[in-house]
């Protein structure tokens, strides 16, 4: 059997296909994931860094999670603490209500007294947000993870809006408003009630801004870590389809080379026949 020989120009022209073949199938598939750097073989340093930066956004996209539900949580407190608040004020109006009335009128007025502060005491108790209730007890507490660090947290306990415990409102149920010093006890009651729930508005909403303000900035940092990410290791898709181009040219270039080195080879071998 004959050994088929190659000469030079023929070997030469074939190197050059395979490297242009391997050259089109790195671009096509950078083409095709839209990466140019897809793994540590293409660059091991680009590598590395991305995925440092993916992973250091992973962790903040979780944590952008926790504070947005932390908004949600403290934002159901602040709903709470206003509509106690106008449930103390509507208490303030029978009371005042009740200096000028008598018989009948005075004991419809204590009634309603009463069943409205009870309502405080559902209002409060049915504000809970995933099971966390912010102002019905003054031991519970939200705390909030900004970060990786373990200091960078906020911790919000929790208030007590309810009118019958220590620690609370302490508004009491009228009994009767028979006696004006009756009634204007209850209204020193309320008046320090609407303080307390003044502060308390002030404070959690205070909060609110701040969890608002650390979501919007975790969203960008997120942001600026996949974008840094992305410049490491996405592909110029034109300058890829521009060079997908430019090899394909090159790869039929070298296809009519290597034609016309074996066209040149037959001729020679012709004039021994």
Do not use: C, H, W
């Not at 159901?76 to 009128?105: F, M, N, P, Y």
């Not at 320090?192 to 502060?199: K, N, S, V, Y």
């Amino acid at each position: 059997m004959a050994e088929i020989t190659l000469n030079a120009a023929v070997r030469s022209n074939l190197l050059t296909l395979s490297n242009t073949q391997s050259l089109i199938d790195k671009t096509q598939n950078r083409l095709s994931t839209g990466l140019r750097v897809s793994s540590p073989i293409d660059d091991s340093k680009a590598f590395f860094e991305a995925k440092s930066l993916s992973d250091r956004a992973s962790d903040f996209s979780e944590k952008k999670d926790g504070i947005d539900q932390g908004i949600s949580s403290v934002k159901t407190a602040l709903e709470a603490v206003e509509a106690v608040d106008t449930l103390v004020r509507q208490l303030k109006g029978l009371a005042i209500s009740a200096k000028s009335a008598s018989g009948t009128e005075l004991t419809s007025i204590v009634s309603q007294y009463n069943s409205l502060r009870t309502q405080i005491d559902n209002l409060a108790g049915d504000a809970s947000y995933q099971g966390l209730n912010l102002v019905n007890n003054t031991t519970s507490t939200l705390a909030v993870s900004f970060g990786t660090a373990t200091t960078s947290t906020l911790s919000i306990t929790a208030v007590d809006l309810r009118t019958n415990t220590v620690g609370g409102l302490s508004v009491t149920s009228a009994a009767n408003f028979s006696a004006t010093s009756l009634v204007d006890a209850a209204i020193t009651q309320l008046d320090t009630a609407i303080t307390t729930l003044r502060g308390n508005a002030s404070s959690l909403g205070s909060n609110v801004a701040l969890l608002q303000a650390r979501l919007d900035f975790t969203k960008s940092y997120v942001n600026g870590l996949e974008e840094g990410a992305g410049k490491l290791t996405l592909a110029d898709i034109n300058e890829e389809g521009a060079n997908l181009v430019s090899l394909q040219t090159r790869q039929q270039l070298g296809i009519s080379a290597l034609a016309f080195a074996g066209q040149s080879e037959q001729s020679v071998l012709s004039l021994f026949r």
